[in-house]
């Protein structure tokens, strides 16, 4: 059973540039969360995705944007890259329907360097 | 915004239990408590989460004060790949959309 997979694991971009970071969640789940980790800080969410909508949003601006897919895979798009969006991005999957134990099951990542 | 309060860093020695607190003095009713771990950078790991009684799994043990305002993570035997930081959480629900608003994290450090 494959857990959460992202892609790339490693990316390097310039700044004003634009980037797609992808996740599988894990299967038979159906909501996929982001989160951005900051070196030395803990992750912040970003938004969640459900039925292939924007469920809930942290504070982060409109240059972050998403996308899910009918096979319940995501997509994070960041435009316009400033220094501070580098990070490691987080994707994490749950199943929504198990409110009462709703684990979020994280996968390994994408580290972002914007020079 | 993190709602929960960790001291930065702790240290244990191997094979000894290590008890991690956690304060969360303004946490609601219907709210979970949650404890991940982070090891090197890698995506978090699910420890084990509790509403109001203690819970033990085959990881960790939960101990959650009556008044719910703080709680305690046991490791009962840590082991050198225990080393990690280790997050404290409360889970906001809101009409069945849940996310994890972690805090700053303990760095437990455990020596030989």
């Known amino acids: 059973d494959a857990g959460v997979t992202q892609s790339p694991t490693h990316l390097i971009k310039t700044r004003g540039q634009q980037v797609t970071l992808r996740c599988s969640p894990k299967?038979?789940?159906?909501?996929v969360s982001w989160y951005q980790q900051a070196l030395g800080q803990g992750p912040q969410f970003i938004f969640q995705?459900?039925?292939?909508?924007?469920?809930q949003r942290g504070n982060f601006p409109d240059r972050f944007s998403g996308h899910q897919f009918p096979n319940y895979s995501s997509e994070l798009n960041v435009n316009a890259l400033w220094l501070g969006d580098s990070a490691l991005y987080l994707c994490?999957?749950?199943?929504?329907?198990?409110?009462?134990?709703?684990?979020?099951?994280f996968g390994p990542g994408t580290r972002l360097t914007v020079l | 915004d993190a709602k929960t309060t960790q001291p930065p860093s702790m240290d244990c020695a191997e094979g000894r239990a290590a008890n991690l607190p956690c304060n969360h003095s303004?946490?609601?009713?219907?709210?979970?408590v949650y404890w991940y771990r982070q090891i090197h950078s890698q995506g978090p790991q699910y420890i084990i989460h509790?509403?109001?009684n203690n819970e033990t799994n085959e990881m960790a043990s939960l101990i959650i004060t009556e008044d719910r305002k703080s709680s305690t993570l046991i490791l009962p035997h840590a082991t050198l790949r225990d080393t990690a930081v280790y997050y404290c959480?409360?889970?906001?629900?809101?009409?069945?959309?849940?996310?994890?608003?972690f805090g700053t994290g303990t760095r437990l450090l455990v020596s030989p």
């Open positions: 994490a999957s749950s199943l929504a329907l198990d409110s009462s134990y709703n684990e979020q099951f």
């Open positions: 299967s038979g789940h159906d909501t």
């Open positions: 995705y459900y039925e292939e909508e924007e469920r």
């Open positions: 303004t946490i609601s009713g219907n709210e979970y």
């Open positions: 509790g509403l109001k």
């Open positions: 959480i409360v889970r906001v629900e809101k009409t069945g959309f849940q996310k994890l608003v």
